[in-house]
């Protein structure tokens, strides 16, 4: 007899559990429900496009599967809620039936033996309604997850869709705030896809729309997101990826469309795209960085289609020679007086002592990057440069000759590096660049690129073209370092590594 509370207790303990999971998995399935129909209304503030049909019964047939799948969890969880009700009122009947035996009785043994015999019975009554609720819970947490991701996901081309687009570009947009972390977007437009589909029918026109789908996610890399923007539309989101890098990727793709075969119905057709790029800056949210990528796309479009452009914020510039690109630095709070009194001795020293405003300017800014560099672990790399002979040519030649030779090399400098990275140009033909997210070996390579833009600039005096050429120093921040120690190092590993030369520039 004094087993029975005890194992009352025990399967009300399990009733309890089986109930809290029931409702635990109903509360996820309405958090999700809900939260799509909460999100869907703010995909409509995005710059009006042409509808599409088809992808909202999609989203709306999704929704409602959803909330099919939510309210059989909840059915499910009133139903075993029911169980256990029914099972303790079972029990509570068991237990007035043992309380009412005489226990004196002859019969007394008898009926307590019924009496286990029924606690039994509705024990493994319960038992087994719990296990198939159980199974039932599963299924319907495996079909909300199924819902959830076709919710995510374009049911046409197979790619992330609009919202996921939307999800993926707003974590991107926060990752650079917090750590520069360089993102670029590539948006792509199927050339002449309404005449296509005109001419050879919806049906072509979506196998079509799966060919370019599968070409995005064969030229993607695993961090990438190609999605579904909308109609012919389609949008890559590069993490980690600068504007120069991005627009060999998007080259890439355009290659890989061009040449890929769409076979339907009989048909082997071809089509092309067109494609524009934008890089994340400090002042971008999602609708500025699409606007800009669009901007270059329309720019694509009217250069004829099937290429390519990257929005400098300046130009645009085509994705298959960004070299070219005659970009404008960041602005810098450089003051109208005085904009080359700066040394280089005056950009290595602390700012409360660098008469230099330009100076001062980019050490103010170097140290902030150099705060959150060490706070958050993001590489910081800077450049340091002089150009060769410029004291020959400033003895030979005279200073308006010297002068024009340190114009000439900043846009050549220029062209060479992102829209993130700050130039500063000082005295003596001497300039120094700050690289935020890039390692030694990257900006080596900047380094080298620099060079090849600046062998291209040739200043003609008399009858005589002088051409310009860097000595080059690099450095990345180390552990505990500070901004000064790091130009000075940049600095001294410019001396360090001066190409020998023999007097004179060189001419032809």
């Known amino acids: 007899m004094l087993l029975l509370p005890a194992a009352i207790g025990t399967f009300v303990l399990v009733n309890l559990l089986c109930a809290c999971l029931a409702l635990a998995v109903g509360f996820a399935a309405g958090v999700w429900f809900f939260g799509a129909k909460m999100a869907k209304p703010a995909a409509t ?13 999609d989203g709306k047939r999704a929704a409602e599967r959803t ?7 909840a059915d499910l969880a009133q139903t075993v809620a029911g169980d256990v009700g029914d099972h303790a009122a079972k029990m509570k009947a068991i237990s007035a039936d043992l309380a009412g035996i005489d226990r004196n009785s002859e019969t007394a043994n008898a009926a307590v033996f019924s009496a286990m015999d029924q606690m039994l019975a509705a024990n493994t009554e319960l038992q087994q309604r719990l296990e198939q609720a159980e199974k039932q819970l599963a299924a319907q947490a495996a079909e909300i997850k199924t819902h959830e991701s076709e919710a995510r996901t374009d049911s046409l081309t197979g790619l992330s869709n609009r919202r996921a687009f939307d999800d993926e570009l707003k974590r991107r947009l926060n990752e650079f705030q917090r750590k520069q972390t360089p993102c670029t977007l590539v948006m792509l437009d199927i050339d002449f896809f309404k005449k296509f589909n005109d001419t050879h029918g919806h049906l072509v026109g979506d196998e079509v729309l799966r060919q370019v789908a599968k070409v995005l996610s064969a030229t993607s890399r695993e961090m990438d997101v190609p999605c579904r923007y909308g109609g012919e539309e389609f949008g890559v989101i590069l993490p980690g990826t600068d504007a120069a890098s991005a627009c060999k990727v998007a080259e890439r793709i355009r290659a890989a469309v061009e040449a890929s075969t769409t076979v339907c119905e009989g048909k082997s057709l071809k089509v092309t795209c067109s494609l524009g790029l934008s890089s994340i800056t400090s002042d971008d949210d999602a609708a500025r960085l699409i606007r800009r990528a669009d901007d270059a796309l329309y720019a694509s479009k009217k250069a004829g289609r099937n290429c390519g ?21 960041p602005a810098i709070e450089t003051p109208a007086e005085n904009p080359e009194t700066a040394t280089a001795e005056d950009a290595a020293k602390p700012a409360e002592t660098n008469a230099s405003p330009t100076g001062a300017t980019f050490v103010q800014m170097l140290k902030r990057r150099v705060t959150e560099s060490h706070r958050f672990g993001i590489p910081i790399s800077v450049l340091y440069m002089k150009i060769e002979e410029y004291d020959v040519v400033n003895r030979k030649h005279g200073s308006p000759i010297a002068r024009q030779m340190a114009d000439a090399a900043g846009p050549a400098i220029q062209r060479a590096l992102r829209e993130m990275d700050v130039l500063t140009k000082l005295d003596n033909g001497e300039f120094v660049v700050m690289l935020p997210g890039s390692t030694l070996p990257e900006v080596s390579y900047v380094a080298k690129r620099i060079s090849g833009s600046a062998s291209n600039c040739v200043l003609r005096v008399a009858d005589r073209e002088l051409r310009i050429r860097f000595q080059q120093g ?10 000064q120690e790091l130009l000075a190092r940049a600095r001294q590993s410019m001396s360090s590594t001066a190409t020998a030369q023999p007097a004179g520039v060189n001419e032809r």
């Open 45 to 57: 503030k995005e710059p009006a496009k042409k509808p599409a049909p088809k992808a909202a019964d």
């Open 67 to 73: 909330a099919m799948a939510a309210s059989r969890v």
């Open 309 to 329: 452009h990257w929005n400098t914020g300046v130009k645009f510039v085509p994705i298959t020679a960004p070299e070219e690109a005659n970009v404008e630095p």
């Open 474 to 483: 690099v450095a990345e921040l180390k552990a505990n370092e500070t901004a």
